[in-house]
């Protein structure tokens, strides 16, 4: 396993982190014994496989339902010392919801500190603001660490940028949560004001939310060739030295596998990226042409700003996977979240209302005003489908 400083944390972090979202039984909170001994034991055996590869950052939440509960039974039998936890606390109306829920958490655990703790869900500035408030949850946590309950404190998001880096900007955060890989490389900016704050990066879910990349379309694996789009996406998150950590949803021993490929090519890794990403790149331009391949995002509205809160950026994004790397199965996953169902985790709606006539002032900044509209009602027609719920919403 290979190191790196989590930023003003001075944890060495182990490049690939072991997210605990997948493992556990189920999404909702249930007693012990109603946990199957057979998804106990694989939740044991997946986490002393981690940490034998080295990956000694275990990373939960509160709202993984039994993963908490699940991981109590276990960590307190693995060297403490060896080990770096983290949990999240979703963004709470009160601090007194967010303290009880911490030390609902910290009970669960069966540890007496966790290293660190993320505030989960900052998406909007509403919930920043709500954590800066004097005698907020910052306040709550800082007593928190004050008691040894924590050592250092950080934030999950899955806002849009602007939010992320105003969060960044407060520097009252030791480290932050996010998504960036290469299909999506948006945030950015983000990580650029992390590293001027000496934060630590950790990417949430390169391989899933990343593009399915355990199930990768045919085109997509021979563009990545002669590595898998897995190890191809982990190679060009890791080759930016700004970046700390992935995280890897395991949900068995053998899920790290693949990913362990990487480790040997780090050293390599602008050599062994350049020609994938010039076939990628090419690949884009090939299906779309150049003009939209490289300005496709200019000028576009926001979903608030829109008739029906229509996620114009989402929608387009999504078509240009299907179009440049065939990836139908991600595109129709992350659409169909679309319309209330992703709530402030993924916001705005579908664009299965689309008029012209309504839509055409919102995009007079664009360079393709005049076709988006008609995209749109054809991106609807390829990717719609049943509504889709985010896995923490499943039973």
């Known amino acids: 396993m290979q190191y790196r400083r989590f930023g003003r944390t001075n944890l060495q972090m182990p490049v690939f982190s072991c997210g605990g979202m997948r493992y556990q039984y189920n999404w909702g909170d249930l007693p012990a014994n109603q946990i199957p001994e057979a998804n106990q034991k694989n939740l044991e055996a ?23 509960i699940q991981l109590g039974k276990i960590l307190p039998l693995l060297p403490r010392d060896r080990l770096i936890v983290q949990t999240k606390v979703v963004v709470k109306d009160t601090p007194e919801d967010f303290l009880k829920t911490f030390n609902r958490s910290l009970s669960l655990l069966k540890l007496d500190y966790i290293d660190l703790l993320g505030i989960h869900g900052i998406n909007l500035n509403s919930q920043l603001k709500t954590c800066l408030e004097p005698g907020g949850i910052l306040d709550v946590a800082h007593t928190l660490q004050a008691q040894g309950k924590l050592r250092h404190i950080g934030f999950s998001t899955h806002g ?31 990580i650029e004001a992390a590293t001027r704050h000496d934060m630590g990066v950790f990417i949430i879910s390169p391989s899933d939310k990343g593009g399915k990349l355990y199930a990768p379309p045919k085109k997509l694996v021979d563009l990545c060739n002669p590595l898998s789009p897995m190890v191809f996406n982990d190679l060009f998150c890791l080759s930016h030295p700004q970046v700390h950590t992935l995280s890897l949803g395991a949900a068995q021993p053998g899920d790290f596998d693949e990913h362990l490929k990487t480790l040997a090519l780090l050293d390599r890794g602008p050599e ?39 996620n114009i950026p989402m929608a387009l994004w999504l078509r240009n ?38 839509l055409q002032p919102f995009l007079v900044n664009s360079p393709f005003s005049a076709m988006i509209p008609q995209i749109l009602q054809e991106t609807h027609q390829m990717l719609s489908g049943e509504a889709v719920k985010r896995l923490s919403q499943r039973d």
């Not at 080295?54 to 993963?67: F, L, M, P, Q």
């Not at 790149?281 to 576009?300: F, H, K, M, P, T």
């Open 321 to 358: 996977l299907v179009m440049a790397y065939d990836m139908l199965d991600y595109a129709k996953s992350r659409y169909n979240l679309l319309g209330g169902q992703g709530s402030h985790w993924f916001p705005g709606s579908r664009a299965d209302s689309v008029q012209v006539d309504q």
């Open 160 to 190: 849009p940028t602007d939010v992320i880096v105003n969060a960044i900007e407060t520097d009252q955060f030791d480290y932050v949560n996010l998504h960036w890989y290469y299909i999506n490389q948006t945030n950015w900016a983000a």
């Open 46 to 68: 997946t986490i002393r496989r981690a940490v034998d590869l080295g990956i000694n950052h275990i990373e939960t939440a509160r709202a993984y339902g039994t993963s908490e």
């Open 272 to 310: 062994i990226l350049a020609p994938i990403l010039k076939r990628l790149d090419q690949a884009g331009i090939d299906a779309l042409g150049e003009s939209w391949w490289r300005n496709w995002s200019v000028g576009l509205p926001r979903n608030e700003d829109t008739p029906g809160g229509i």
